[in-house]
């Protein structure tokens, strides 16, 4: 099982980045995905959710109307858009899959930084 971040990197506030999760080792489209973050000193936290099929989405109070996520089941792969990024969303984003209320797989993680 893998799943690979992607687009992470240094962007200025305000600014956008798309961040890519691919998977492979499992049956990608059985599985909730989730994007979570943790920065420094702070506990991880559930950034934003999508259910298997995509119908269904939540996001964090912090990033709603910000951050999108959406997944390519054809291509095994989660997505993470966010736009008007802030410094407060500087952080290394990891990508989950699990069940409706488990997780099961991580990725390795990746690092966004909003800094001027």
């Known amino acids: 099982v893998q799943l690979v971040e992607s687009g992470g990197g240094l962007v200025q506030p305000g600014g956008s980045l798309r961040l890519s999760c691919a998977a492979s080792?499992?049956?990608?489209?059985?599985?909730?995905m989730r994007w979570y973050r943790q920065a420094p000193g702070k506990e991880r936290e559930l950034v934003a959710l999508?259910?298997?099929?995509?119908?269904?989405?939540n996001y964090a109070d912090s990033v709603k109307g910000r951050f999108t996520i959406s997944r390519d089941n054809t291509k095994n792969t989660v997505y993470l858009q966010m736009n008007s990024l802030k410094p407060e969303d500087t952080a290394v984003y990891y990508c989950n899959a699990g069940g409706f209320t488990m997780s099961y797989y991580w990725g390795q993680g990746i690092q966004v930084t909003v800094s001027s």
């Open positions: 999508i259910s298997s099929v995509g119908g269904t989405t």
């Open positions: 080792g499992f049956t990608f489209s059985n599985y909730y």
